[in-house]
């Protein structure tokens, strides 16, 4: 019997070739396109109508170039061994020695192989054969048809599971199938592996401790991160307050060299060329007493001995604290009143006002002053305000001035009362006394007391001889650059 499963490989090779070399033929039958046809364009001509290179002594229509022994219209490149209408191109050897010749004794084959039945003649294919195998056969591989243009070779359709025993069909078309991927001769699976069920939970639980130490690690992490901020933050607060403090110390010492420079200039001012008002009412001179009071005590006995006599110091009205003014109580209570209260207008105010005044400075030489006395000397003193405001329109100019300072030193003499020290004003303790100004200047500091206005006339020329003194004192004492204002100011 044949075997159908070894010529099975070669046929189908044979037969695939030989629908590479019909393609066209199958498209357009009988056009001179072919180059199997008799039309002079086969290279293999036959020997009966000029189209089949390779006739069947079958009934035959001419269009097979490789007719297989049996009847029947079979596309399938391994032809079955009955009688029939093939349209097989190439048929299977019988023996296996020329892949173009029939079954023994079955038909005339032109390109007869080694086998018998046929007329012996010189085969053109009997030498090398180009498409005998797979590896020398050009269209082989990829199953391109050089003559089919656009169109493809596809394998879309059945071969019989009989290959030379039943019918086959096959066909062309323009769609070109995808290629198949390559086979593969393993498989992609891996092998079996085997883990000690020991060896995962050891395996599992290093993971969860690794996992619980990096999450643990990121907490520090994350807290460590907290810390650096808050130190940042910190660290920024701190310069904030520096820089705080800095404008502070810078408006500090803008304030003090503002006012270093005011009190040169009152000082340069005092010392010079002071206004009168000021020399009576003491602003030069306590200007002056503030400056040597900051140097040392042995810098002003060493400085220059300026004497100042006993009539003038008793005419100098000094206070504590700057509340107040003595100068009206040195006369024990006997008032000198301006021209303008001695008006019958005033004749009843005027005496109870003293009454009460008398009596109030009786109290301070022993004690401090009662304080109803110093409430009806205050009450009466607004009295007295009061009327002066009301006839001030009558008076002349310099009586009016002159009795509203009055009134201004009366009420300053009543401040003085009200304090609990008061008797010290009249037993000579808080007074201005000293033989050089620089006595004066260490006494007047030591109890705490400065320059109180000038109250009468008397007064007046007693505190402008004082300014001169202190103030050729104090230029010879004072720095020369405190008491000089330079340009750059």
């Known amino acids: 019997m044949w075997n ?29 396109q072919n180059p199997a046809p ?84 010189a085969n053109p294919y009997s030498g090398a054969n180009p498409l005998a195998g797979a590896a020398s056969n050009p269209l082989a591989a990829g199953f391109a048809n050089p003559y089919a243009g656009s169109a493809t070779l596809t394998t879309q359709g059945s071969l019989p599971g009989n290959a030379g025993y039943g019918p086959g069909s096959g066909s062309m078309s323009s769609n070109p199938a995808p290629a198949e991927p390559p086979y ?8 079996i592996s085997y883990t000690d069920p020991y060896a995962g939970y050891l395996n599992g639980s290093a993971k969860v401790i690794d996992a619980q130490g990096k999450f643990m690690n990121d ?20 310069l904030a307050q520096d820089e705080f403090n800095q404008e502070q110390q810078s408006r500090l010492s803008a304030r003090e060299d503002e006012r270093d420079l005011q009190n040169r200039i009152a000082l340069r001012r005092s010392m010079n ?63 000198e ?36 006395t110093v409430a009806e000397l205050s009450r009466m003193l607004d009295q007295l305000n009061t009327q002066l405001s009301n006839t001030s329109k009558d008076l002349p100019p310099n009586q009016g001035i002159a009795a509203r300072r009055f009134l201004a030193n009366l009420g300053a003499a009543v401040r003085a009362l009200q304090d609990p020290q008061v008797r010290n004003y009249l037993n ?49 004492v004072l720095p020369s650059g405190q008491s000089r204002v330079t340009a750059e100011h």
């Open 38 to 121: 008799g039309n002079g364009a086969n290279p293999a001509p036959a020997p009966d109508n000029g189209q089949n290179p390779a006739p069947a002594p079958a009934k035959d229509n001419g269009q097979n170039p490789a007719p297989a022994p049996a009847q029947g219209n079979n596309t399938n490149p391994a032809p079955a061994p009955a009688q029939g209408h093939a349209t097989n191109p190439t048929p299977a050897p019988a023996h296996g020695t020329n892949p173009a010749a029939a079954p023994k004794g079955t038909e005339a084959n032109p390109n007869p192989g080694t086998g018998t039945g046929g007329t012996s003649f």
């Open 273 to 335: 060329e002071a206004p009168l008002n000021d020399v009576l009412a003491g602003a030069s001179l306590n200007t002056m007493l503030v400056n040597l009071e900051k140097q040392p005590p042995d810098k002003i006995k060493n400085g220059p001995s300026i004497p100042l006599g006993e009539d003038l110091l008793k005419h100098i009205n000094v206070n504590r604290g700057g509340v107040g003014n003595p100068g009206l109580l040195k006369t024990g209570g006997k008032l």
């Open 4 to 32: 159908y499963k070894k010529a099975l490989g070669p046929a189908v090779l044979a037969g695939i070739l030989g629908l590479a070399l019909s393609a066209h033929s199958l498209f357009a039958q009988g056009n001179g």
């Open 219 to 238: 907490i520090q992490n994350a807290n460590l991160k907290k810390q650096e901020v808050f130190q940042k933050m910190l660290e920024s607060r701190k």
């Open 184 to 191: 593969t001769p393993y498989s992609g699976y891996g092998g």
């Open 337 to 372: 009143w301006p021209l303008a209260f001695q008006a019958d207008a005033y004749n009843e105010t005027r005496q109870k006002f003293e009454g009460f005044f008398q009596d109030a400075v009786n109290q301070a030489r022993t004690g401090p002053v009662g304080a109803g």
């Open 428 to 476: 000579g303790n808080w007074v201005a006394s000293g033989a050089t100004v620089a006595d004066l200047v260490l006494n007047m500091a030591s109890k705490g007391l400065v320059f109180a206005p000038a109250v009468t006339g008397d007064d007046e020329s007693a505190y402008v001889a004082l300014q001169n003194a202190m103030a050729s004192f104090s230029e010879a």
